[in-house]
T-cell receptor, first 114, second 116 residues
Framework: GAGVSQSPSNKVTEKGKDVELRCDPI?????LYWYRQSLGQGLEFLIY????????KSGLPSDRFSAERTGGSVSTLTIQRTQQEDSAVYLC????????????FGDGTRLSIL | AQTVTQSQPEMSVQEAETVTLSCTYD???????LFWYKQPPSRQMILVIR??????QNATENRFSVNFQKAAKSFSLKISDSQLGDTAMYFC?????????????FGTGTRLQVTL
């Protein structure tokens, strides 16, 4: 079946612009996660949605970052007034939401801020 | 807060040989999961193997096995009969055991190169 889909695959934008990154999780998955992978670093947790519960936003680095998940499916990560340090690969993952179920990752969006 | 440390930024192994990647972690939790993920150049993170902390038996998936030492907070990955397709970044990750799934905490990764 279809895996986690992210778009765009690559995004280049100018400093100060807003960007939106999209994630389509695996159908039926109730949990959705966003991570950021900076060059040479591991993955850094950003935000986590689980069903209808309030999202865990504890990893968002600043108030320029926000995310929403509409209808319990598609999610959009928005970065306002982008800075050069926002350049990274943004990875989305989804799972069935139970602790023994693994997270399935998309191919990520490579964001480059000029 | 949990931390995961991978002290080997890069490793190399010859095809058909065995290699072990190290991972240590720090947590005050008693119940948790540990994972190894593989990230080839395609960027997609692929689950290699996972271990429940309450299980004493080390997990095994074909050529991949772990050495889980809970008291030492160590979780190494052994790859036997290495293949060229094993070339990738390998990430160790920790998940706290709650009522539902939760976020993963990752190490900084080990880049593995399998050579002829």
């Amino acid at each position: 079946g279809a895996g986690v889909s992210q778009s765009p695959s690559n995004k280049v934008t100018e400093k100060g612009k807003d960007v939106e990154l999209r994630c389509d999780p695996i159908s039926g998955h109730t949990a959705l996660y966003w991570y950021r992978q900076s060059l040479g670093q591991g993955l850094e947790f950003l935000i986590y949605f689980q069903g209808n519960s309030a999202p865990d936003k504890s990893g968002l680095p600043s108030d320029r970052f926000s995310a929403e998940r509409t209808g319990g499916s598609v999610s959009t990560l928005t970065i306002q007034r982008t800075q050069q340090e926002d350049s990274a690969v943004y990875l989305c993952a989804s799972s069935w939401g139970r602790v023994n179920q693994p997270q399935h990752f998309g191919d990520g969006t490579r964001l480059s801020i000029l | 807060a949990q931390t995961v440390t991978q002290s080997q930024p890069e490793m190399s192994v010859q095809e058909a040989e065995t290699v072990t990647l190290s991972c240590t972690y720090d947590t005050s939790e008693n119940n948790y999961y540990l994972f190894w993920y593989k990230q080839p150049p395609s960027r997609q993170m692929i689950l290699v193997i996972r271990q429940e902390a309450y299980k004493q038996q080390n997990a095994t998936e074909n050529r991949f096995s772990v050495n889980f030492q809970k008291a030492a907070k160590s979780f190494s990955l052994k790859i036997s009969d290495s293949q060229l397709g094993d070339t990738a970044m390998y990430f160790c990750a920790f998940m706290k055991l709650t009522g539902t799934a939760s976020k993963l905490t990752f190490g900084t990764g080990t880049r593995l190169q399998v050579t002829l």
